[in-house]
């Protein structure tokens, strides 16, 4: 094996086990200006195989905006924690929703 396919292999490998660390990476975003009431939400009968992931109040570095809820594929033995804004020292904090 010649050392250029060998350095190739390697950072190849190195890459791969980066993907997973990096996939689990949780957001976090602090503003000074609180998300509004969010709007009643029907949640549609439950599907098998899904989880319901609530809406939620996204900022686009200028405003909120309304995310409608949506199903996402039910992951097993692990339970859907949903997006939410919490006040911290007279600023908000948003936390994206996540798996536990």
């Known amino acids: 094996?010649?050392?250029?396919?060998a350095m190739f292999c390697t950072v190849l490998g190195l890459s791969a086990a980066?993907?997973?660390?990096?996939?689990?990476?949780?957001v976090y975003l602090d503003v000074d200006i609180?998300?509004?009431?969010?709007?009643?939400?029907?949640?549609?009968?439950?599907?098998v195989g899904f989880v319901w992931a609530p809406g939620y109040y996204d900022y686009d570095g200028h405003h909120h905006h309304w995310v409608r809820g949506?199903?996402?594929?039910?992951?097993?033995?692990?339970?859907?924690v949903a997006d939410r804004w919490d006040e911290r020292d007279g600023r908000w904090h948003h936390e994206r929703g996540h798996w536990d």
């Open 1 to 5: 094996m010649s050392l250029r396919t």
């Open 70 to 80: 949506h199903w996402i594929h039910e992951h097993h033995g692990r339970h859907w």
């Open 18 to 26: 980066a993907v997973p660390m990096m996939s689990s990476a949780r």
């Open 34 to 47: 609180a998300p509004p009431p969010p709007p009643e939400e029907v949640v549609p009968a439950p599907r």
